[in-house]
């Protein structure tokens, strides 16, 4: 049984930072890469960022410069390091983790994931 447990979300103030991660449980990931979405209320769920099986990365346009993916094989999880935030980030956070091995990092934010994590939520203030 796949499990992708997210962590990290909280209330932060505008120009905060906060460090999500996404703790990948059932089989190993490391041919496999990883995106994080965000969903804002009312809003559809949207890409935020990716990182191939080789470490490539990928970020949304209103990401790029203050987001940073990584991830750690040997742990099996990924984190999304969130810097001068914005009321606008405020979102639910999602991993998700595609159906394919050696997915192009630039397809990670539009092919459809096969396992997606519970959430957690993002809050910053102004």
């Known amino acids: 049984q796949v499990q992708l447990v997210e962590s990290g979300g909280g209330l932060v103030q505008a120009g905060g930072s906060l460090r999500l991660s996404c703790a990948a449980s059932g089989r190993t990931f490391r041919t496999y890469g990883m995106g994080w979405f965000r969903q804002a209320p009312g809003k559809e769920r949207e890409f935020v960022a990716a990182?191939?099986?080789?470490?490539?990365?990928y970020y949304a346009d209103s990401v790029k410069g203050r987001f940073t993916i990584s991830r750690d094989n040997a742990k099996n999880t990924v984190y999304l390091h969130m810097n001068s935030l914005k009321p606008e980030d405020t979102a639910v956070y999602y991993c998700?983790?595609?159906?394919?091995?050696?997915?192009?990092?630039?397809?990670?934010?539009?092919?459809?994931?096969?396992?997606w994590g519970q959430g957690t939520q993002v809050t910053v203030s102004s």
């Open positions: 990182i191939s099986w080789s470490a490539t990365t």
């Open positions: 998700g983790v595609p159906g394919s091995a050696y997915t192009p990092v630039q397809d990670l934010g539009v092919v459809p994931m096969a396992y």
